[in-house]
């Protein structure tokens, strides 16, 4: 039986970096290719330089690793996205369709591409947003993958393409550090609090947003992977959900660990990005076709995500004594 060879893109991103060690722990380092368009800070195994607008380089990469499965997560983030909406779409939609294209071609077996909670617009109900919800983003960030996911259904159903994906809410987590979206607020709050910092919120209090601890986002995403061809009724995006919470509840269990910390509220224009969000998502769909089952709550994150940055941060302070 042939072994899988992974080649992931976006490697050193946010997702990228801990997918990336969470899958050679999995399948071993020699079988998981690392990519992006920037060399990594720290060299754990196998990687390459790769530009997703380069299909020719992504290709020899393919016939030159043996690759048979693909990890698409290099794309320009929604904060970001709206700074650079030409540069997001081509990024973005390009490396996508060149992503697909080269699973055609190189006959990949799996494909995973990651969607995001940005595909729903104002429109839709904020509670419990359904699975087939109507798609009306208002982010250039969010029509991607809102044509991105349109993109993977109809080279599943034209070409055969075993392709999955995840509507990812805001993901949290301790490994790095923001990486240009809207709900990276929930990330650096953790950086100021353990740092001794008050903090200063794009957002409003009360704004409440899906969100995923970034353990639980990793199991999804190999969960749903490894779930057998038979079980994957979506090949849009399912839509995942971990916990809801806005920025003065965090705050509030974040001081329960610190209770000198403070935050300030300036919301700037990522306000109205949030805004056009849901506040919380059904994923019945995930739960019943794969067996999706979130494992973090808030209190439960906060004390590890605590936890792990204060250990960070000590171990900065000894290496610089």
């Not at 330089?49 to 290709?59: E, G, K, P, S, V």
């Not at 991105?148 to 490994?175: A, K, T």
């Not at 607020?185 to 957002?203: E, N, S, T």
Request: hydrophobic share 35%.
């Amino acid at each position: 039986m042939r072994k899988d060879q992974i080649l992931i893109t976006g490697a050193n991103g946010q997702i990228g970096s801990v997918l990336t060690q969470s899958l050679r722990e999995r399948y071993g380092n020699a079988r998981v290719l690392a990519t992006d368009i920037r060399p990594p800070q720290h060299d754990t195994g196998p990687f390459e330089l790769l530009d997703i607008l380069d299909r020719q380089r992504w290709a020899a990469l393919i016939d030159r690793y043996r690759v048979t499965q693909i990890y698409h997560l290099a794309a320009i983030l929604s904060a970001n996205g709206e700074q650079r909406p030409q540069k997001a779409w081509e990024v973005n939609m390009t490396g996508l369709l060149n992503a697909l294209e080269l699973a055609r071609d190189r006959a990949i077996d799996k494909l995973f591409f990651p969607s995001s909670i940005a595909v729903f617009g104002p429109e839709v109900t904020k509670e419990q947003t359904p699975q087939e919800a109507v798609l009306n983003p208002t982010t250039v960030y969010g029509i991607s993958k809102a044509a991105g996911e349109n993109w993977c259904y109809y080279y599943h159903q034209r070409h055969g393409i075993d392709v999955r994906s995840l509507r990812y809410p805001g993901i949290v987590g301790y490994q790095g550090m923001p990486g240009g979206g809207t709900t990276d607020y929930a990330v650096d709050i953790y950086h100021r609090a353990v740092q001794g910092q008050p903090f200063r919120c794009f957002l409003s209090a009360r704004t409440t947003l899906p969100m995923i601890y970034m353990p639980d986002a990793i199991r999804a995403t190999i969960d749903l992977m490894e779930a057998p061809r038979n079980r994957i009724g979506l090949r849009s995006g399912y839509n995942l959900a971990g916990m809801s919470f806005n920025p003065a509840e965090i705050t509030r269990e974040i001081q329960r660990h610190i209770p000198g910390f403070t935050v300030e509220y300036q919301p700037d224009f990522r306000q109205a990005i949030a805004d056009s969000w849901p506040r919380s998502i059904d994923d019945r769909a995930a739960r019943e076709h794969w067996g999706w089952r979130a494992g973090y709550n808030l209190g439960r994150m906060t004390e590890d995500m605590i936890d792990h940055l204060r250990k960070k941060y000590q171990n900065e302070v000894v290496q610089q004594s």
